[in-house]
């Protein structure tokens, strides 16, 4: 099984900082999703990657494939920007492996 | 339309209760999930309909079952639950069911579920 790593656990930021959050796993898979929960619950989903980078705004997903490892960079963070966010891989049809999270905090 | 929706939002039973969550999606999607969340702790999975069909039961107790009666609708039926299975439960929906390229999923609000 897939061991899903997050750091940090906990991050924070005052705002206007460039922000990384940072996921290593240990078996290949065929994606890697970042995730966004804000309190309250509902799960947003930011970026689904199996190569190279995504641009969505203000957020910008890499990954290495052979290093196995995956960054999210927030970049003008804001206090909005404050949530957990969460790093899940693919293995193999249908099946997240979820990582424990990263709770990140904005302060104005 | 992009939303899943689930019903109720919050959800207060007795251990003796039998009680039933209502997942809702019109996006087409062929794949729906049900989660289990803990506070502070990712998503869980437990089970996984494809089609329509039962497609992973990632071994959760016969206290909760689960429901497909259509492409659109998923329930989750609850009966004789225990404290512990108080939690956030998540459905979740996706294009594409077995095999092939993995699609992104689109998560419900969630049902806070307590059990007393």
């Known amino acids: 099984k897939n061991e899903v790593e997050q750091s940090p656990q906990n991050l924070t930021a005052q705002e206007g900082e460039f922000i990384t959050i940072n996921c290593s796993y240990s078996?290949?898979?065929?994606?890697l999703h970042w995730l966004q929960q804000h309190p309250g619950g509902g799960i947003v989903s930011l970026f689904m990657?199996?190569?190279g980078k995504k641009k969505h705004g203000r957020l910008i997903a890499t990954i290495n494939i052979q290093e196995k490892h995956s960054s999210l960079h927030i970049t003008a963070s804001h206090p909005r920007d404050s949530a957990v966010y969460i790093c899940?891989?693919?293995?193999?049809?249908?099946?997240?492996?979820f990582g424990q999270g990263t709770r990140l905090t904005i302060n104005p | 339309d992009t939303e899943v929706t689930q019903t109720p939002k919050h959800l207060v039973m007795g251990m003796t209760n039998k009680k039933s969550l209502k997942c809702e999606q019109h996006?087409?999607?062929?794949?729906m999930y049900w989660y289990k969340q803990k506070a502070k702790k990712p998503p869980e999975l437990m089970f996984v309909?494809?089609?329509?069909?039962?497609?992973i039961n990632e071994s959760v107790p016969s206290r909760f079952s689960p429901e497909c009666p259509n492409s659109s609708l998923l329930n989750l039926h609850l009966h004789a639950l225990q404290p512990e299975d108080s939690a956030l439960y998540l459905c979740?929906?996706?294009?594409?069911?077995?095999?092939?390229?993995?699609?992104?999923?689109?998560f419900g609000p969630g049902t806070r579920l307590t059990v007393t």
């Open positions: 990657l199996s190569s």
């Open positions: 309909y494809s089609y329509e069909k039962l497609s």
């Open positions: 996006m087409g999607h062929r794949a």
């Open positions: 899940a891989v693919e293995e193999g049809a249908q099946k997240l492996v």
């Open positions: 979740a929906s996706s294009q594409e069911g077995s095999g092939g390229p993995f699609y992104e999923q689109y």
């Open positions: 078996v290949g898979i065929s994606a």
